[in-house]
């Protein structure tokens, strides 16, 4: 079983930055895709952005240009640079890594989350 461990929240201004780490740990094969999503309160889950194994990145249009998403394949970490952060910003970030596990089909595993609040 992979454990994920976010790390890095906290409480910023607006237009402060902060970095977001996630950390794998346990029996691990391969990693897929690795992705950032995050949930406000009374609100869904939402992709904020994910990186595929071989670098290729996608993003919300609501943090284009703000946020950038890399990872260290050889650590099995994703991190999440945000800058430029708003109020609307706010909420529980959650990392995900989709697993290989041949052959058997790939899962997906998440963390705990970590709280961003901006405050205006």
């Known amino acids: 079983q992979v454990q994920l461990v976010e790390s890095g929240g906290g409480l910023v201004q607006t237009g402060g930055s902060l970095r977001l780490s996630c950390a794998a740990s346990?029996?691990?094969?391969?990693?897929?895709?690795m992705g950032w999503y995050r949930q406000a309160p009374g609100k869904q889950r939402d992709l904020v952005a994910t990186i595929s194994s071989g670098g290729i990145t996608n993003y919300a249009d609501s943090v284009k240009g703000r946020f950038t998403i890399s990872r260290d394949n050889a650590k099995n970490m994703v991190y999440l640079q945000m800058n430029s952060l708003k109020p609307e910003d706010t909420a529980v970030y959650y990392c995900k890594f989709r697993l290989r596990r041949h052959p058997l089909p790939d899962y997906d595993s998440w963390g705990q989350g970590t709280q961003v609040t901006v405050s205006s």
């Open positions: 346990g029996t691990i094969f391969s990693i897929n895709n």
